[in-house]
């Protein structure tokens, strides 16, 4: 595999809780790459049709897409076609100071987010032990995305929620940020296993929780658990037992017409060729839900229509998802694991159709000019 494949779920596997292998082995059926024989890892200035990403979110500045993912880094493009790599936003030398005496002495971010917010730009991070709920999400700003600018320079602000072993049946990671456009409010969900979801509203300035004591209080608005108990389901096959085994993460809000929409992930991702990583979703007239299926059934008691998952031909599964509009097209941009690149983790733009009753429907690829 590709070094900047292993460093990805390597962070991935650190900041997701449940989604990695108890063991250094990988699964048989994905043969290694030798060392001698793998390229060397993207440098900034560098470019490529097929992007190496875990956890994409986007953004675009002027003519310019940007793409955030787990690890720190970041890519651009003109076109979504060709894309070039970018310095990283936090590496070892300038990792939040926030983040060591709290137990996250570690570069980079997990499952980033960004959102333009107040006139400069909002970048939220998860920090996270892997299998426990033992995780943070921070923020950072900037007024630009364009390292060229005299104005690029990322700020950061510190934690905005944290959650605990013993304390918190919630796991802090995976941030996403919405606006409600009736009210103007800002709201953080995030989560991964444990009760699932969580949803909880921000100030204004979306650096911190708008009542304090939403650190400490459950806000569930998905979970895979048809009937939750304060037991958190049993984790399955060889993953963390700590984690449990309520597979849902990587929460996203999207506003289309009078509903918003809750994208979510199901099952696991960074197993290679055992990924079964999957993109669900539910909606609700309010921003703060209930969230329902097609099949109007709540997302906090089981919901969610699957909306994209792998097919075993192209990928292997595929998740972690966020969706956009530009230039009146809604995209949904997520990454997948590829079958014919030793399970090699690859960004995936679609564009979004709506059908007669206002539900999504995964419609045209992004497709690249040339193939590596």
């Known amino acids: 595999m590709k070094k900047i494949f292993h460093l990805a779920i390597a962070l991935c596997l650190f900041a997701c809780a449940t989604n990695a292998q108890q063991t250094a082995t990988p699964p048989a059926v994905t043969p290694t790459i030798p060392l001698a024989n793998r390229p060397r890892r993207p440098m900034p200035g560098d470019t490529s049709t097929r992007p190496a990403v875990h956890d994409p979110v986007m953004a675009k500045e002027g003519d310019t897409y940007y793409v955030f993912y787990t690890g720190s880094g970041v890519w651009s493009s003109k076109d979504l076609l060709i894309w070039k790599v970018e310095k990283p936003v936090f590496d070892r030398t300038n990792t939040p100071e926030w983040l060591k005496p709290a137990g996250f002495d570690r570069p980079g971010y997990w499952a980033p987010d960004i959102i333009y917010l107040n006139g400069q730009w909002n970048l939220y991070y998860a920090n996270s032990l892997f299998g426990k709920n033992t995780s943070a999400i921070g923020v950072a700003t900037n007024k630009t995305l364009d390292p060229a600018s005299p104005d690029y320079k990322w ?24 606006i409600d456009k009736k009210t103007g409010d800002v709201w953080l969900t995030y989560g991964s296993f444990w009760h699932g979801i969580q949803l909880v509203k921000l100030k204004k300035d979306g650096f911190r929780l708008a009542n304090p004591a939403d650190s400490m209080i459950e806000h569930t608005v998905a979970s895979r658990v048809e009937n939750r108990s304060a037991d958190n389901p049993p984790a399955i096959d060889d993953n963390p037992v700590s984690a449990g085994g309520n597979a849902i993460e990587a929460p996203f809000i999207f506003n289309k017409g009078k509903y918003y929409y809750l994208f979510v992930s199901y099952d696991y991702c960074c197993k290679a060729a055992r990924s079964n990583y999957k993109i669900a979703v539910g909606r609700s007239e309010n921003i ?85």
């Open 288 to 372: 703060t839900g209930p969230y329902v299926d097609k099949a109007g059934k709540e997302m906090t008691k089981g919901g969610g229509t699957i909306l994209r998952q792998g097919d075993g031909k192209e990928f292997y599964g595929v998740g972690h998802n966020s969706v956009y509009t530009y230039n009146n097209v809604d995209y949904m941009v997520y990454h997948g694991y590829s079958v014919t690149e030793n399970a090699a983790n690859r960004l995936i733009i679609e564009k979004l159709t709506w059908d007669k009753t206002g539900w999504p429907v995964v419609g045209e690829r992004v497709v690249p000019k040339v193939r590596p």
């Open 155 to 178: 700020v950061d602000h510190g934690k905005v929620v944290q959650s605990y072993p013993g304390k918190s049946n919630w796991n802090a990671i995976d941030p996403n940020v919405a």
